[in-house]
């Protein structure tokens, strides 16, 4: 029999961080410059890597999504855990799903709060902890995402009392690859605390 369990209002959410001086600036901060988590329903900044330029010079900005499961029920390793996600807006970029170590109450310091993260300068698909594919992960506006989760992401399900994880960019974030000027480098999703309880967060198990 499956069981699902949806995410925690107020320890999901998205952290993002804006610079006018670089790419690197943006991407390997240890703070972000504001975060959307309390009452937060949907986004389009679920996750991002974008650069921007103007007659007032460029900009980048990087976004990245956090999302807590309280899985202390949970005392057998499931067969299968499937995380669905409810994607909105954009399908403009592929996304990693990593685990992530944040916080009890969703900040600006949890910008990096993803296991095994560098924020020295360099790509760190090598590095994280992956609970889905180590591929990238397709993307699709306005439906359902799932993600097989993989056999540590189940075994910590069964070993935590909470299940927190990431999706960020693949791409440009990840891997530590500049975007290019206008490029529509992200995707958009839903929240626990959105009021269609059909689109909240969830991981079922089985």
């Not at 499937?82 to 996304?95: A, C, F, W």
């Not at 594919?133 to 439906?143: F, G, K, L, R, V």
Request: overall charge negative; proline content about 2%.
């Amino acid at each position: 029999m499956a069981v699902n369990i949806t995410s925690t209002p107020s320890r999901d959410g998205y952290v993002f961080k804006t610079s006018t001086s670089s790419w690197t600036n943006a991407r390997d901060a240890i703070s972000g410059t504001g975060f959307s988590s309390l009452a937060q329903s949907t986004t389009t900044l679920g996750a991002r890597a974008s650069k921007a330029s103007s007659g007032r010079g460029t900009s980048w900005l990087v976004s990245r999504s956090f999302f807590t499961f309280i899985t202390s029920r949970v005392t057998q390793v499931p067969i299968k855990a499937t995380l669905g996600i409810s994607g909105r807006t954009n399908e403009g970029t592929t996304i990693a799903l990593v685990a992530a170590n944040h916080g009890t109450s969703l900040g600006v310091t949890d910008f990096d709060a993803i296991v095994g993260w560098d924020n020295s300068g360099t790509a760190n698909h090598t590095n994280v902890t992956y609970w889905g594919p180590s591929t990238a992960i397709s993307w699709e506006a306005d439906a359902l995402n799932l993600i097989e989760l993989n056999d540590a992401a189940r075994k910590e399900i069964a070993s935590s009392s909470t299940f927190s994880c990431c999706i960020l960019d693949y791409t440009y974030d990840l891997r530590y690859s500049e975007p290019t000027s206008g490029d529509a480098n992200y995707i958009g999703c839903y929240y626990a605390d959105t009021t269609t309880s059909s689109r909240r967060p969830y991981i079922e198990l089985e």
